[in-house]
Nanobody, 126 residues
Framework: QVQLAESGGGLVQAGGSLRLACAAS????????MGWFRQVPGKERDIVAA????????YYADAVKGRFTISRDSSKNTMYLQMNKLAPEDTAVYYC???????????????????WGQGTQVTVSS
């Protein structure tokens, strides 16, 4: 079992930046493909960015390319999402997720992930 906990959400003005963190605990001795998703009320949870098990391969949704950066620090069992040039349409609850240790990734759909954090709210004001 892997437990995930997001932090770093908040309220920011358009054009500003935030950095989200996802701390993993539990069975973290193995590497897992990991990702960030976001969800607004009444809509599906969408992929934002994902990293392969090794961290060498990365995927970004078109909406965030050039603005968001996903990274991971294996020594701290933590994944990050640096979000720059934020816009009101980035407002959502952001979730981190981890997939099976037997998959390489990056994984881009919700059903491919086994473990989820509780989510952190990001609100961008115009």
């Amino acid at each position: 079992q892997v437990q995930l906990a997001e932090s770093g959400g908040g309220l920011v003005q358009a054009g500003g930046s935030l950095r989200l963190a996802c701390a993993a605990s539990g069975r973290t001795s193995s590497s897992y493909p990991m990702g960030w998703f976001r969800q607004v009320p009444g809509k599906e949870r969408d992929i934002v960015a994902a990293t392969s098990r090794s961290g060498e391969s990365i995927y970004y949704a078109d909406a965030v390319k050039g603005r968001f950066t996903i990274s991971r620090d294996s020594s701290k069992n933590t994944m990050y999402l640096q979000m720059n040039k934020l816009a009101p349409e980035d407002t959502a609850v952001y979730y981190c997720a981890a997939g099976s240790q037997f998959r390489i990734g990056p994984l881009t759909t919700t059903h491919q992930y086994e473990y989820w954090g509780q989510g952190t709210q990001v609100t961008v004001s115009s």
